[in-house]
Every structure is written in C-alpha cells, then in structure tokens.
C-alpha cells in the first residue's frame, strides 16, 4: 500500500504544473521577443562584417549571443570579426564556444581551419577543414547565414587569388625551385607574390624569408620574417624561422627567445603537433 507521501508528492508536482503553465504560456512572448531581438542584433552584426566595420560587428554579434547564448553563428560571425581584426585568441575561443554547443558544427571547423593557417599551422588547419568538409557533406540543410559566413571565411581563405595571377601557383612553384635548390627562381617567384597579396599580408614575407634562408641571406631573411610577425603577431612559423636565422647568425640570446615565443604561442592555441616538435627542438638544445 503507498504512503501518504507516495500519494501527494505526484499530486502536488502536477498541481504545481498546473500554476506553473499559465507562467510559462505569460513567458512566451518573451522569448519570442528575445529570439527577435537577438536575430536582429545578428543581422545588424552580419551588416557590419560585410562592410569590414569588425569592431560594431563583434558588438553586435555579442549582443545576439547575450540573447540567445547558444545563438552558433552569432559567435561564428564574432569569431570572423575578431580574427580579421587581428584578435586571434579571442577567435579560438569563439569557434571552440560553437564546438561546445554543437560538437559536429562545421562552421566551428572551417573558422578554427583559418585560425591555424593564420596561426601557419597548416596541417592542423587541413584536418579542420577536411572535417568541416565531411561534417557538411553529412547535412541535408544549410542556415543561410552559416552559407554566407562561410563564403566570407572562404573569401579570405583564397585571398591571394588576383586579376593578375595564381599568386598561389606562385608560392608553389617558388618552393619547387626551393627543393630543386634554385633559390635565386624562387626569390623571383616569391617576390612577384609579395607585389600581387593585399597589403599586410603576412604569409608572403615568410615564404620569401624562407629564400632568403636558404640563400644565407640571413639578415634579409630575419627583416621578411619581422615583417610578417608585425601584420600578424600570432605567427608560430614565422618566430620558429626568425629563430632559425637568428642562430645561424650566432644570435644565441634572440634564437632562445623567438623559439620559446613560438613555444608560448603553440600551448596558447592548442597546436599540439607543433608544440611537440617545438619543445623537442629546444630540448635538443639545451
């Protein structure tokens, strides 16, 4: 036989959702309110980010996810807005936000895919893209603002597509001529890069270091790789090479720095594989 207690605590939990529906029933409007108010809020962010104003973008999208906090590409837009403005770790932690969400979000994957190529770690870069690819292809529908942040993400991924040429087949052929040890065709080729990337362009200031590198121009090749760390000062690769060159030049004290910068910078963004390698490195040296 039940208890009294085993009786009323149902009765009373049902009572309860009785007077607790018609709050529920007063909350909706609310919510729906919000839900606008946040999507709103996003469109306006959206507006912003096309136009290259980051700063109101990251406002806004930040007031959409204050909304609704688990609002996926309202921290996409932010994480976009943050990594074009040069805030990178903000970046890693937006897109990793979304992945907290929604662990198979392929728009988390393609945004940190940019980061680790920012960041010159291209292969962890790849695999994020190659799983954004597969996560994709595993979905029927696509939100339209995830399609048009993607084809802004896109649009900075092939930056360096010109009128004037393939500056891509430029940096690949420039490393061909690298491993056929033509440095002097490879200096030219990486040269034309440099004229033909927009301004503030790091990736060719290191592509042309490496040149200059394997030249022995070590001087030259430090000044390309100081370039490239001031358009963008979360380069690993390019601290690691700096590195390099300051050693080859006997600059002991500079070398140690440049490669626990790029140590630091390795642990800060989670790119284990160069970490790895990177402490192995200064290990070996010790």
Known sequence: MKSSAQIWL???VFSLSLFAQPQLVAQTPTLVQESAQSHRAFEQGMKHLRNRNYQPAIAEFNRAIQLDP???EAYSGRGFAQLQSGQLPQALESYNR???IDPKAAIAYSGLALVRSRLGDERQARLDTEKSAALMAEQTTRHLYHSEIS???LSV????QTP????WKLIEQGYQQIDARNFRAALNAFNQAVQLLPSGSARPYIDRGVAYFWMQDYRSAIDDFSTAIRFNPFYIKAYEYRARAYEQMGQTQAARADLQKAINLARQFGAQAMYQELTTR????Q
């Open 70 to 72: 688990n609002f996926k």
């Open 157 to 160: 991924a092939t930056a360096g």
């Open 282 to 285: 200064q290990q070996a040296k």
């Open 98 to 100: 979304i992945l907290q």
């Open 164 to 167: 004037q040429g393939d500056v």
């Open 151 to 153: 084809l802004l993400e």
């Open 10 to 12: 149902p009765l009373a």
